[in-house]
């Protein structure tokens, strides 16, 4: 079975500072995708960015970008210049191509703080 | 951007009462819906998953009798708890995904329902 562990459950940052987030996953498929979701105190999921397996390309977002090893089973979320919006609980996830019907396996969450 | 949007945002109610979620894709058709639990601080489980016009898949764990899923049309799935007791309350979250040939469709989210038993 496949799974998501996030090993930070906090993390704090200085605004306009670069932080990341660790991420490692455990599959033997070898074609997937990967998410990072936001998730703010409204509790609104917010997708921050996708990687699909496959590509070997790491994935950006404006001040957001990953450092994919797929070797490794790494997922590792970069926000740069952070802004006091960036403040949440961010979500690393999983999500199969073939079988487990398109469902999503969820890390444990990392609570972001933003220091002004 | 795909919405999802899911009904009530709270419920408060008594020992006893069923509860029923709405959960609608507003702008896409969605073949495949998720249905999540959600505990303060913590992740998100994922209790069933449900596809049109057919019976929901449940997580183990998962008591079918008592979280009946319903997935009449491609743009409602509802969530109903039945006999809602003090621990059923939680925050209940769902999402869609959207019909398509692509296998790479991302799962968009509703606000989430938080349900309280007293």
């Known amino acids: 079975a496949q799974t998501v562990t996030q090993s930070q459950p906090e993390m704090s940052v200085q605004e306009a500072e670069t932080v990341t987030l660790s991420c490692t996953y455990d599959t033997s498929e070898s074609d997937y995708y990967l998410f990072w979701y936001k998730q703010p105190p409204s509790r609104q999921m917010i997708l921050v960015i996708r990687q699909e397996a496959y590509k070997q390309q790491n994935a950006t977002e404006n001040r957001f970008s990953v450092n994919f090893q797929k070797a490794a089973k790494s997922f590792s979320l970069k926000i740069s210049d952070s802004q006091l919006g960036d403040a949440a609980m961010y979500f690393c996830?999983?999500?199969?191509?073939?079988?487990?019907?398109?469902?999503?396996?969820f890390g444990q969450g990392t609570e972001l703080s933003v220091k002004p | 951007g795909a919405v999802v949007s899911q009904h009530p945002s709270r419920v408060i109610c008594k020992s006893g009462t069923s509860v029923k979620i709405e959960c609608r894709s507003l702008d896409f058709q969605a073949t495949t819906m998720f249905w999540y639990r959600q505990f303060p601080k913590q992740s998100l489980m994922l209790m069933a998953t449900?596809?049109?016009?057919?019976?929901?898949?449940?997580e183990q764990g998962v008591e079918k009798d008592k979280f009946l899923i319903n997935h009449a049309s491609l743009t409602l799935s509802t969530l109903t708890v039945t006999s809602a007791h003090p621990e059923d309350s939680s925050f209940y979250i769902c999402s869609a995904r959207e019909r398509s040939r692509f296998s790479n469709q991302p799962q968009h989210f509703g606000d989430g329902t938080r349900l309280s038993i007293l």
């Open positions: 996830a999983y999500g199969a191509i073939y079988n487990q019907g398109g469902k999503l396996i």
């Open positions: 449900s596809n049109e016009g057919s019976k929901a898949t449940y």
